[in-house]
């Protein structure tokens, strides 16, 4: 895939606030790249910089190879949907999907054939003459979408566009978007803080915090192979222990060594590693290595969370076993439910 975006050393100061620290990204041509992290993370920051809305301290944001960073929004291919949709509540749905080409003056025949193109596109076919005020939140969020994409812009910008939904809507658009990416053909670049809906729709994740990207990566990888503690702790759940590497394969935590599937690091190196919940295993105690006593069991619908609090610490288990609260047992996981992590301190 050819690299569509290129940011470059990007910062930016608001006042004596820096939010953005050398933001060095590739977004690549038909990509899903969603942009996660905690409130005041920079995530909208770096969104409305690659709109045009907001000018880099320093940096550069190239396009197609181009430095764009002083073009103006309408200058450049893109186009945005925000959480608020901010469609026009005098103008009906087709209008409101129209008014871009309208502005451009572009022949009423082709409107027409564009308009319904999208209204198939985004499922309100049959909604053209309706009251945009009269609409679901999910509809309205289609009618921005789709007077976003009738433009025909390189890259479509999501500022948390689900946001405003409720959770059973809210994964139903996820699906949506994910499709209507795949049919348009164009890189999306997606912001939230919602794990889930990273994780659910993207090809690639970029977690930030504090004006830093920590890591990008798949999905698989960004979970399976979490970079730090911020990252480990900020998708999904994690158990999180210092140990130490003893040597390539073989880590020591919690006074015990174990086999894992981790290299590289240096011999007797101080790392952290995370074991997430539904890796481990309650067991006999006499089958495992770490043991404890069960003090807490909540029931979350499709598994049982547990705390089980060892001499060391207290591990969070999901699972479909139930073990009855004050009951002793061992926690069970495999080399490869180990993931070894440089330490980097707390974030």
Do not use: W
């Not at 790249?33 to 320093?58: D, N, Q, V, W, Y």
């Not at 396009?63 to 291919?77: A, C, H, Q, T």
């Not at 994409?149 to 566009?161: A, G, I, M, Q, Y």
């Not at 790392?271 to 309650?282: K, S």
């Amino acid at each position: 895939m050819n690299k569509l975006i290129q940011l470059k050393n990007l910062t930016k100061n608001f006042d004596d606030q820096q939010v953005l620290r050398g933001i060095n990204l590739d977004i690549y041509e038909n990509e899903f790249l969603t942009l996660l992290g905690p409130s005041g993370c920079g995530k909208t920051t770096t969104l409305r910089i690659i709109a045009g809305f907001e000018e880099p301290s320093g940096g550069e944001v190239l396009f197609d190879g181009i430095e764009i960073s002083k073009l103006p929004p309408y200058k450049r291919e893109v186009n945005t949907v925000f959480q608020k949709y901010a469609l026009f509540p005098h103008l009906n749905v087709a209008e409101n999907i129209a008014f871009g080409l309208n502005l451009k003056k572009v022949e009423k025949s082709v409107i027409d054939q564009k308009v319904g193109k999208m209204l198939k596109m985004v499922g309100l076919e049959g909604f053209e003459k309706r009251d945009v005020t009269l609409l679901s939140g999910g509809q309205q969020q289609r009618v921005a979408i789709a007077r976003a994409l009738v433009n025909e812009p390189k890259v479509l910008l999501l500022d948390e566009p689900l946001g405003a939904l409720d959770a059973k809507i809210r994964k139903q658009m996820q699906i949506e978007l994910k499709k209507i990416q795949q049919e348009v053909g164009i890189t999306f670049i997606y912001v939230t803080h919602d794990q889930e809906e990273a994780l659910s729709m993207s090809d690639t994740v970029v977690v930030m915090n504090n004006g830093e990207i920590q890591q990008i990566g798949s999905p698989t990888d960004i979970y399976n192979e979490p970079e730090n503690r911020f990252v480990a702790g900020f998708i999904g759940e994690s158990n999180i222990i210092e140990g130490i590497m003893i040597h390539d394969y073989l880590v020591e935590f919690d006074g015990f060594q174990f086999e894992c599937v981790d290299k590289g690091f240096e011999d007797n190196e101080e790392i952290e590693v995370v074991l997430r919940p539904e890796d481990l295993d309650i067991v006999e105690p006499q089958d495992a290595k770490i043991t404890g006593v069960v003090k807490n069991i909540t029931f979350k619908g499709v598994h049982y969370e547990i705390l089980v609090e060892t001499e060391n610490r207290i591990y969070k288990v999901q699972t479909t076993d139930y073990a009855e609260a004050g009951r002793e047992v061992g926690l069970k996981f495999g080399p490869e439910d180990i993931h070894v992590m440089y330490r980097m301190g707390a974030y």
